[in-house]
């Protein structure tokens, strides 16, 4: 860093200019990042930006990447512990770079060890308002809002955050081609009820209160991952719903016992292969209560639960669910969209959806939330 003695130090917690992407516990000292898409924002007027970021793992490691003027240029592993990073350096001082550093991989519920800081940056500039959005979405999903499989070649199928992208993936896309701010919710394996593996803990409903509540561990949890957040602070115009693929996988895997209590828990199947009525009428059950739930949290936002691309064997009890939720409620600000369906021709890594597929899903959700944004 030798070439770069002339860059002065500044905490994030100093900077007046300064955007965080994400749901946070509110400390800026160091900023701490939670979720898939997550990011801190600046725009700078300088020749060169360094990064302090503080990263632990005790099995899953954080990815990040740069944006620079909407264009990422950067993408990394990060090793534990607390380094320097360069954004850039060598660069026009004159000219002004928005400046965006992304968290690609998403909270991992199964490593209490994982987190990700941010505590300064090494400038030799100065740092300039940024221009707010005129709309805002939040993203609530599984392994396909995560962005697993974005990266990666076909053939890859190790389990490694290597192979997820919170750039590249349907929720970025769509928020940039709406021109939104937005926010991910997400969980590889999770559903609105239970995991793909029958186990009732893996759902998202139940902490979508908290921060991050899905964290585990001592470090998670005095970093405010298990906060109430603070939902006046941030309402989307447009919340979006992907969950229901993992729902359906557990129809399709073994029964989930749990070791504490010793209750068995399946999602049965009949023997012509068609889902069993009262486990699918348990799955509408929780459709309508986390509808209520997103209601009593965003309570202006269109709630649009958007379901496909791994394809759509729930959709006919997804609509029952949200008619239900909207005759009970006479809530109108509900709606469902089928989400495309990925081929042969756009799979990515870990047999998911891959780039070409979010970039489609993007297209016809964004048109979709266009209207729905114009009153349309």
């Known amino acids: 860093m030798n070439g770069d003695a002339h860059l002065q130090v500044q905490r994030l917690a100093d900077i007046e200019h300064l955007k965080i992407h994400g749901r946070t516990a509110g400390d800026l000292d ?20 360094w990064i302090e970021v503080e990263s632990g793992y005790d099995q899953y490691e954080s990815w990040i990447s740069i944006l620079i003027n909407s264009v990422p240029v950067s993408r990394q592993m990060l090793n534990a512990g607390r380094h320097w990073i360069c954004v850039f350096r060598g660069m026009n001082p004159d000219a002004v770079k928005n400046i965006r550093i992304v968290k690609e991989v998403q909270a991992m519920s199964g490593d209490p060890g994982c987190y ?14 940024i221009e707010a959005k005129p709309y805002r979405l939040e993203f609530i999903g599984d392994s396909i809002t995560s962005g697993e499989g974005v990266i990666g070649a076909r053939e890859e199928l190790d389990w490694i955050p290597a192979w ?19 926010r991910v919710i997400s969980q590889s394996g999770w559903g609105v009820l239970t995991s793909w593996d029958n186990n009732p803990n893996g759902n998202i409903p139940d902490s979508y209160e908290q921060v991050c509540g899905l964290l585990t561990g001592e470090r ?31 129809f ?30 348990a799955f509408e059950v929780a459709v309508v209560k986390f509808l209520v739930k997103l209601r009593q949290y965003n309570h202006s936002s269109h709630i649009l ?54 970039q489609q899903t993007a297209q016809e959700l964004s048109g979709y939330i266009k209207g729905l944004l114009s009153g349309s």
Not at 36 to 45: M, R
Not at 116 to 129: E, I, N, S, Y
Not at 323 to 345: H, R
């Open 164 to 182: 997820f992208s919170g750039v590249h993936n349907y929720t970025a896309l769509t928020a940039e081609a709406v021109n939104a701010d937005y």
């Open 116 to 129: 990700l800081q941010f505590h300064a940056v090494r400038t030799d500039g100065a740092f300039l308002p």
């Open 220 to 250: 998670n949890e005095a970093l405010g991952a298990h906060k109430v957040n603070d939902f006046a602070s941030w309402q989307p115009d447009v919340v979006v719903v992907n969950l229901g693929t993992n729902d359906n996988g557990a």
């Open 305 to 358: 639960w958007a379901y496909g691309m791994l394809g759509i064997p729930l959709m006919p009890a997804i609509y029952r669910a949200v008619d239900v939720y909207i005759q009970s409620t006479g809530d109108k600000k509900v709606s469902v969209f089928q989400l495309p369906d990925m081929t042969s021709e756009t799979v990515g890594a870990r047999t998911h959806p891959g780039l070409l597929a979010h």
């Open 30 to 49: 160091p900023v701490t990042l939670f979720w898939t898409g997550s990011a801190i924002e600046l725009n700078v007027q300088a020749s060169g930006l």
């Open 252 to 281: 399709h895997s073994p029964e989930w016992v749990d070791e504490a209590t010793g209750q068995r828990y399946k999602q049965r199947l009949k023997e012509d292969g068609s889902h069993h009525e009262e486990d699918l009428a």
